[in-house]
């Protein structure tokens, strides 16, 4: 298994401005997945971040917008950038088993998540 | 790109009654996976079902995965409250290192 913290756990932020969200990780992962969940909607996968190579972006977002860090097999984050109201969300990170090197892959662990709402 | 598919988007049940909630996709899934959330918290797994017609049980829940492995279902027996949440199903993604979730079902059970 894996035990997952972020923070900020939530933030109210001015349009414009960056949040910078942090996941960490209880052991090494090869793979830490961003996602957005916006208010009564579903998961959408923002990004795969690998260590030591550039994150992988998902259609509709670009690292401009969401740049992500990993810098080492416990350890990411995902910045928000310029922000408007329509990046409220929640933001979440997983990552799976430690054990889980090649698919199938097994279950996601999810970290608690960081609710941004943007003025 | 992947895409799975949930019916219905609401259930509302009294308290002991059963619910079901379907995962459609146009494709056919290599594994299909269960989340639960719970109003304010974060997806927690379920299961993971691999093979054609599988079923698995888990207490009140019963999981299918169709013949075909396009479909599948979840299944509560005698609802309680604490079965409240949204319910999501999730499919492999294209290149087969994430999975895609469906829209999810939402539960409500009143007492």
């Known amino acids: 298994s894996a035990v997952i913290s972020q923070k900020p756990s939530r933030d109210i932020c001015q349009r414009g401005t960056s949040l910078t969200i942090q996941c960490q990780v209880d052991?090494?992962?090869?793979?830490m997945f961003w996602y957005r969940q916006q208010p009564g909607q579903s998961l959408t996968l923002i990004a795969t971040a690998n260590q030591g190579s550039e994150a992988t972006y998902e259609s509709g977002f670009v690292i401009d917008k969401f740049p992500i860090s990993r810098p080492n097999l416990t350890f990411s984050t995902l910045t928000v950038s310029n922000m408007s109201p329509e990046d409220s969300s929640i933001y979440l990170c997983?990552?799976?088993?430690?054990?889980?090197?090649?698919?199938?892959?097994?279950?996601?662990?999810f970290g608690p998540g960081t609710r941004l709402t943007v003025l | 790109g992947q895409q799975v598919m949930q019916i219905p988007q609401y259930q509302h049940v009294q308290e002991g009654e059963d619910f079901t909630t379907y995962c459609n996709s146009s494709?056919?899934?290599?594994?299909i996976q269960w989340y639960k959330q719970r109003p304010g918290g974060h997806p927690v797994f379920l299961i993971q079902?691999?093979?054609?017609?599988e079923v698995k049980k888990q207490k009140r829940l019963t999981f299918q995965f169709g013949e075909a492995k396009k479909n599948s279902s979840l299944h509560i027996t005698a609802t309680q409250t604490t079965d409240v949440g949204t319910y999501f199903c999730a499919g492999p993604g294209n290149y087969g290192q994430n999975f895609v979730f469906g829209p999810g079902t939402r539960l409500s059970v009143l007492p």
């Open positions: 079902l691999v093979k054609s017609g």
């Open positions: 494709t056919t899934l290599s594994n």
């Open positions: 052991s090494q992962v090869t793979m």
């Open positions: 997983s990552v799976y088993p430690p054990s889980d090197l090649l698919p199938p892959y097994n279950e996601q662990f």
